[in-house]
């Protein structure tokens, strides 16, 4: 059986395809995403007819803002896979989805398994800790806390998050919210920067915190793909370094 020509839109799903064994499927991706193959713009203008020249069984795309282009796509006739979780559970389950569009449903079920059995360890490893206060910024002009999936993350890495409830869109905070809630701990992982962000940009803000500064990887909080539980486990070794 010919395998399926992919061409991935979301840097979530072309990180999940690589966990989930096969990369070698993929035809195309965006410039965001990290794997080397023909690129066919950025996550929100993909150029359609680049896309059209791959000839895709199967297009990949996530997250709300991505909605019109899957109608689009749709209406083009290509068959789309599209991800919008919002909750930790949500994010595994759609490992499953994706592995069931690409054909390997197996790689699916052996993926979450593998994730939720990390996600077990970490839970003994931060067990009966103190669950300190995180704070976690996603954009910084205006700040704004992480919503999603992170309120999640911060639980499962053995956290205390008051500033988002789980499932809920990141939400612009002053100075007074975060302050008032007195983190132990914030972390910015600034969408589009990487790691390329110093600790300096909280603390010349004037906010009043005595908080330890942890700078992440933005793909590790941000992106709803296997990374995300590398980013949980990154979370509890910066919130219990002693139990590691």
């Known amino acids: 059986m010919e395998q399926p020509r992919i061409v991935s839109l979301a840097p979530s799903a072309t990180a999940t395809l690589t966990a989930l064994g096969v990369a070698d499927r993929v035809v195309g991706v965006t410039t965001h995403c990290e794997l080397?193959?023909?690129?066919?713009?950025?996550?929100?203008?993909?150029?359609?007819?680049?896309?059209?020249?791959?000839?895709?069984?199967?297009?990949?795309?996530?997250?709300?803002?991505?909605?019109?282009?899957r109608d689009g796509l749709q209406k083009r006739g290509y068959r789309v896979h599209h991800h919008e979780p919002s909750r930790l559970d949500a994010v595994l389950a759609g490992f499953k989805s994706l592995a069931a569009a690409a054909g390997v449903d197996d790689a699916g079920k052996q993926l979450v398994a593998d994730c939720r059995q990390r996600l077990d360890a970490v839970?003994?490893?931060?067990?009966?800790?103190?669950?300190?206060v995180v704070y976690c910024e996603e954009w910084s002009d205006?700040?704004?806390?992480?919503g999603n999936w992170v309120p999640d993350a911060v639980d499962a890495a053995g956290g205390h998050y008051p500033f988002v409830d789980p499932g809920d869109r990141s939400q612009e905070v002053g100075q007074e919210?975060?302050?008032?809630?007195?983190p132990d701990h914030a972390v910015l992982h600034i969408c589009g920067t990487g790691d390329n962000v110093s600790a300096d940009r909280l603390r010349e803000r004037g906010w009043s915190l005595d908080a330890e500064v942890h700078v992440v990887d933005d793909s590790l909080l941000n992106q709803p793909s296997p990374k995300l539980i590398d980013g949980i486990e990154l979370l509890a070794v910066r919130l219990y370094p002693e139990c590691v």
């Open 36 to 69: 080397d193959r023909p690129t066919v713009g950025g996550w929100l203008n993909p150029d359609y007819e680049m896309v059209a020249d791959l000839d895709p069984d199967l297009v990949c795309t996530s997250d709300d803002l991505q909605g019109e282009i």
């Open 123 to 132: 839970a003994e490893t931060v067990g009966g800790g103190d669950d300190p």
């Open 177 to 182: 919210t975060v302050v008032d809630a007195d």
């Open 142 to 146: 205006p700040p704004m806390a992480a």
